[in-house]
């Protein structure tokens, strides 16, 4: 794969017991027999930010926003080791395949960015949310 980790990839950690404090992030855990690699985008202020890649094994975990979710909406683009992309949709953002974060949704090619399909995923309001990828 053409990918590079961005973060750890992490297991899901669940606050538990008196006294600890809770954590609220956007979590994506990879629930296919392959690998899996993600990017998101969401909005941050006036501007779309596009960030990834994060290479999930089988089962694995990470985090991509860490705290409190601001947004409703966030946007996931998936792409498997087999070279398909499978969580996909009609919201572009920019990406490039080595790890990245860019700022601005628009005028990728002139950036140098490639732009592809990601997925919006309704976090309802929550302030933690976790995706399961499946296919």
Known sequence: MKR???AASVGLLAASGAGSDARADFTICNKTYGTVSVAIGY?????WVSEGWWNLSY????????GDLRQTYYYVRGESDDGETYWTDDYTFCYVDEVFT?????????RG??????MEIDTGNKLDYTLDLTH
């Open 113 to 118: 960015y490639k732009s592809g399909g990601f």
């Open 102 to 110: 860019i700022r601005g949704d628009e005028n990728c090619s002139g």
């Open 43 to 47: 909005r941050d202020g006036d501007q």
């Open 59 to 66: 089962e694995d975990c990470a985090q991509v926003i860490q």
């Open 4 to 6: 590079y980790i961005l």
